[in-house]
C-alpha cells in the first residue's frame, strides 16, 4: 500500500490520520504536488488530486471520505466512528464543511485571483469557515484519550489548516477550546507525523 499525498493537503491528511490510526504502516508514502500533474498521481487518478491510496493489487482509492468508508469496513477495529455515531457524523459534516471552505478559498488565491476572498463567493466561503469554527468551538467533539473518532480528527485537521493557510487573517477568532482539541491530539503519531507544512 502507497499513499500519494502533499504536505499541505487538508484531504490527504484526513486519510493518512485515519491510516494511522487503524495502525496501516505508511513508510510507502509519497510527495507529490497535484497541480504538476505528477506521473504517477495522474497514471492513479484521473482527477490528479491528492489523497490517492494504491492499495494491495493497484487499485486505487481516492476521496478523503471514501477512503475512510473502505478503512471502516475492510478494518474495524479500532474504530473511527465509536460513541454516539449520529453526533460524530453531524460534527464531521461540520468540519468538513469548513475544510472545503478553506481549500476553495486556497485554491482559487492560488490558481485563479490572488483577491479571490474579497469577491461574494470568497464571501460566503469565509463565512462558512467562521461560522464553523464558531459551532465547533461553541460544541467541540469529545476527545477522551483513546483513538480519536472522524469529528475530532476533522476538526484538528480544519484547525491546523486555518493555522497554515490563514493564520493573521482579521476574521480568524480564538477557539480555545478547539486548540485544547490539537493540543490533546498532537503527540499521537497519526497527527503528529501529518503536521501540515509549507
Ligand atoms: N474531495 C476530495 C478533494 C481532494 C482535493 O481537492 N485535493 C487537493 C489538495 S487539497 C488537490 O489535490 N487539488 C489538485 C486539483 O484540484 O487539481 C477529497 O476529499 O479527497
Not at 477512503?67 to 460513541?83: D, Q, V
Not at 459551532?135 to 467541540?140: G, N, S, V, Y
Not at 493557510?165 to 482539541?181: C, H, K, Q, S, T
Request: no cysteine; charged share 25%; hydrophobic share 45%.
Amino acid at each position: 500500500m502507497r499513499i500519494l499525498t502533499n504536505t499541505t493537503s487538508p484531504y490527504a491528511r484526513i486519510a493518512r490520520i485515519a491510516l494511522g490510526e487503524k495502525g496501516f504502516d505508511l513508510s510507502a508514502t509519497e510527495i507529490v504536488n497535484p497541480w504538476n500533474d505528477d506521473a504517477a498521481l495522474l497514471k492513479l487518478n484521473t482527477a490528479a488530486r491528492v489523497p490517492t491510496l494504491e492499495i494491495e493489487g493497484g487499485l486505487p482509492l481516492t476521496e478523503s471520505l471514501l477512503i475512510l468508508l473502505w478503512l471502516e469496513r475492510t478494518r474495524p477495529e479500532p474504530s473511527l466512528l465509536a460513541g454516539d455515531v449520529d453526533r460524530i457524523v453531524s460534527l464531521a459534516g461540520r468540519a468538513m464543511g469548513v475544510i472545503d471552505a478553506q481549500a476553495n478559498i486556497v485554491t482559487n488565491r492560488m490558481q485563479i485571483d490572488p483577491d479571490f476572498a474579497e469577491h461574494r463567493v470568497g464571501q460566503r466561503r469565509i463565512r462558512t469557515i467562521v461560522n464553523g469554527l464558531a459551532a465547533l468551538e461553541a460544541d467541540p467533539p469529545a476527545y477522551h484519550g483513546d483513538t480519536p473518532d472522524i469529528a475530532v480528527i476533522t476538526a484538528v485537521v480544519a484547525r491546523d489548516y486555518l493555522d497554515l493557510r490563514f493564520a493573521g487573517e482579521p476574521w480568524v477568532a480564538a477557539m480555545p477550546r478547539l486548540d485544547a482539541l490539537v493540543t490533546a491530539t498532537a503527540d499521537r503519531p497519526a497527527f503528529r507525523d501529518t503536521k501540515p507544512y509549507l
